[in-house]
């Protein structure tokens, strides 16, 4: 073997070693449904007026429960942490929780914050996001303070 292959054979190798694996969540990636994945970006700047804080009935944490199991990888470990609601200023509910769950390897991998709207009766949820680190756990905290919840 050459020097400039070794070289290089080397050089591959400490890359290899700063390649960032990623987490193996507990958790598969959400997507809305297409009514509303499809409806434009809000536009850069607009703001989130805070909701009034309510209490969520018990059919609606059961639909909150029920939907964000759906977008765990084991459902049935899932468990749940607080669970808030504000009702926004046209009737909507937003929902901010926290879940945790087994991922593939069979470990919990710590509580994700997640948040979603809550439409009609009976109670339907739609989960908007749920995060375990970076950006958008960033973001989903910044969703349920401008809101209010937190």
């Given at each position: 073997?050459?020097?400039?292959?070794?070289?290089?054979?080397?050089?591959?190798?400490?890359?290899?070693?700063?390649?960032?694996?990623?987490?193996?969540?507990?958790?598969?990636?959400?997507?809305?449904?297409?009514?509303?994945?499809?409806?434009?970006?809000?536009?850069?700047?607009?703001?989130?007026?805070?909701?009034?804080?309510?209490?969520?009935?018990?059919?609606?944490?059961?639909?909150?429960?029920?939907?964000?199991?759906?977008?765990?990888?084991?459902?049935?470990?899932?468990?749940?942490?607080?669970?808030?609601?504000?009702?926004?200023?046209?009737?909507?509910?937003?929902?901010?929780?926290?879940?945790?769950?087994?991922?593939?390897?069979?470990?919990?991998?710590?509580?994700?914050?997640?948040?979603?709207?809550?439409?009609?009766?009976p109670p339907a949820f739609i989960v908007i996001s749920i995060a375990q680190s970076g950006p958008p756990r960033t973001e989903i905290q910044a969703i349920c303070q401008q809101s209010g919840i937190f």
């Amino acid at each position: 073997m050459s020097a400039k292959a070794k070289a290089a054979l080397a050089l591959a190798g400490l890359l290899a070693g700063c390649v960032q694996q990623q987490p193996d969540l507990a958790y598969l990636p959400v997507s809305l449904p297409s009514a509303y994945s499809d409806l434009p970006h809000a536009p850069a700047g607009t703001g989130i007026e805070p909701g009034i804080p309510i209490k969520l009935e018990p059919r609606q944490q059961e639909a909150v429960v029920a939907e964000v199991r759906k977008w765990m990888k084991e459902p049935e470990t899932s468990w749940f942490g607080p669970m808030n609601a504000v009702m926004m200023k046209h009737g909507q509910i937003v929902v901010c929780g926290e879940v945790n769950g087994r991922n593939s390897a069979g470990a919990y991998s710590g509580m994700a914050p997640f948040v979603g709207i809550m439409l009609g009766k009976p109670p339907a949820f739609i989960v908007i996001s749920i995060a375990q680190s970076g950006p958008p756990r960033t973001e989903i905290q910044a969703i349920c303070q401008q809101s209010g919840i937190f």
